[in-house]
């Protein structure tokens, strides 16, 4: 019997001691409405897997917080209400597969980065990192970083090695990386080094992947160069081919017409040069050897026949 006084007694021992008989009962401090909100989400999420009516709920707790805030409720339980709703939101959207949606459906209720909770700020950079976009929350976590008001936070170190580590690096971003630990006095000396060293590993790798890359252009670059060295060739032998058969085709006159063309192109002589007579020359006597030799073969085969 004792023990059930003791323990029935033990509630009212933190607002001040053992209850006394002279004493008025203290009156239980009113309950946001918001906190059973929270408590109805945290259920609809871990044990009903309904992740949609978690996220309404969240909603629907963020306007009872806008329009039924408490005046005699502390400002600490207030912002700690706010944090878990994001917390629950921000894996109701991520379960639904809406992950992209997160950051914006959180800036909606604190209007700015710089006011964003450390935990739901660490929260946007994990999942976000974790879909290989860590390029979206780039901009809202430097805006939080640089507000002199968040540097004096507790957290404000682990969440600026969580940021280099999760998207400066990933995103190559080495010189704002290096700054950032550098100018920054949450980092303690050992840390500080360590998460240099971590960027430094990093640049080397940045830089023998890019040498890598020239070195495979090289030769990709050299065997372009090389194949239309050799592709020139053979192709003003087709040409020249294709025009020494189409000449032999033609009739006398109209062949050495062609050749006196081919000739102007290729080789650009002048033809009204009397330097270019003995040329015009030895390329008419030529044509008509060809042509001589061509009706005597024909005719032989002619007579075989």
């Given at each position: 019997m004792k023990s059930d006084c003791s323990t029935s007694a033990a509630p009212f021992r933190g607002l001040g001691g053992p209850l006394r008989s002279s004493e008025p009962v203290r009156a239980a401090p009113a309950r946001s409405p918001a906190v059973d909100l929270l408590e109805e989400a945290a259920d609809l999420l871990v044990v009903h897997l309904d992740f949609r009516a978690a996220l309404e709920t969240c909603e629907r707790a963020w306007q009872s917080l806008a329009n039924h805030a408490l005046p005699e409720e502390p400002a600490g339980t207030s912002l700690e209400v706010k944090c878990s709703l994001c917390v629950v939101g921000i894996q109701a959207l991520a379960e639904m597969d809406r992950w992209q949606e997160v950051l914006s459906w959180v800036l909606q209720y604190y209007q700015v980065p710089e006011k964003l909770p450390p935990k739901v700020l660490e929260l946007c950079i994990l999942l976000y990192s974790k879909m290989q976009e860590p390029r979206a929350v780039l901009d809202?976590?430097?805006?939080?970083?640089?507000?002199?008001?968040?540097?004096?936070?507790?957290?404000?170190?682990?969440?600026?090695?969580?940021?280099?580590?999760?998207?400066?690096?990933?995103?190559?971003?080495?010189?704002?990386?290096?700054e950032l630990v550098v100018g920054s006095a949450a980092f303690g000396e050992e840390r500080r080094l360590d998460v240099l060293q971590a960027i430094h590993t990093a640049r080397q790798?940045?830089?023998?992947?890019?040498?890598?890359?020239?070195?495979?252009?090289?030769?990709?670059?050299?065997?372009?160069?090389?194949?239309?060295?050799?592709?020139?060739?053979?192709?003003?032998?087709?040409?020249?081919?294709?025009?020494?058969?189409?000449?032999?085709s033609l009739p006398f006159k109209k062949s050495l017409l062609a050749a006196l063309i081919l000739c102007l192109l290729v080789v650009r002589f002048d033809p009204a040069s009397p330097s270019s007579l003995p040329f015009l020359y030895k390329l008419a006597e030529l044509f008509r050897w060809i042509r001589k030799a061509a009706s005597s073969r024909l005719y032989q085969l002619r007579i075989r026949d």
């Amino acid at each position: 019997m004792k023990s059930d006084c003791s323990t029935s007694a033990a509630p009212f021992r933190g607002l001040g001691g053992p209850l006394r008989s002279s004493e008025p009962v203290r009156a239980a401090p009113a309950r946001s409405p918001a906190v059973d909100l929270l408590e109805e989400a945290a259920d609809l999420l871990v044990v009903h897997l309904d992740f949609r009516a978690a996220l309404e709920t969240c909603e629907r707790a963020w306007q009872s917080l806008a329009n039924h805030a408490l005046p005699e409720e502390p400002a600490g339980t207030s912002l700690e209400v706010k944090c878990s709703l994001c917390v629950v939101g921000i894996q109701a959207l991520a379960e639904m597969d809406r992950w992209q949606e997160v950051l914006s459906w959180v800036l909606q209720y604190y209007q700015v980065p710089e006011k964003l909770p450390p935990k739901v700020l660490e929260l946007c950079i994990l999942l976000y990192s974790k879909m290989q976009e860590p390029r979206a929350v780039l901009d809202v976590v430097g805006a939080w970083l640089q507000d002199p008001a968040n540097q004096d936070l507790p957290e404000y170190g682990a969440l600026a090695e969580f940021h280099v580590q999760r998207v400066l690096l990933p995103l190559g971003c080495l010189s704002e990386a290096e700054e950032l630990v550098v100018g920054s006095a949450a980092f303690g000396e050992e840390r500080r080094l360590d998460v240099l060293q971590a960027i430094h590993t990093a640049r080397q790798q940045q830089q023998q992947e890019h040498s890598g890359s020239e070195e495979a252009q090289k030769p990709n670059e050299e065997g372009s160069i090389s194949h239309k060295f050799l592709s020139l060739p053979m192709l003003v032998r087709q040409l020249w081919d294709s025009a020494v058969s189409h000449f032999f085709s033609l009739p006398f006159k109209k062949s050495l017409l062609a050749a006196l063309i081919l000739c102007l192109l290729v080789v650009r002589f002048d033809p009204a040069s009397p330097s270019s007579l003995p040329f015009l020359y030895k390329l008419a006597e030529l044509f008509r050897w060809i042509r001589k030799a061509a009706s005597s073969r024909l005719y032989q085969l002619r007579i075989r026949d």
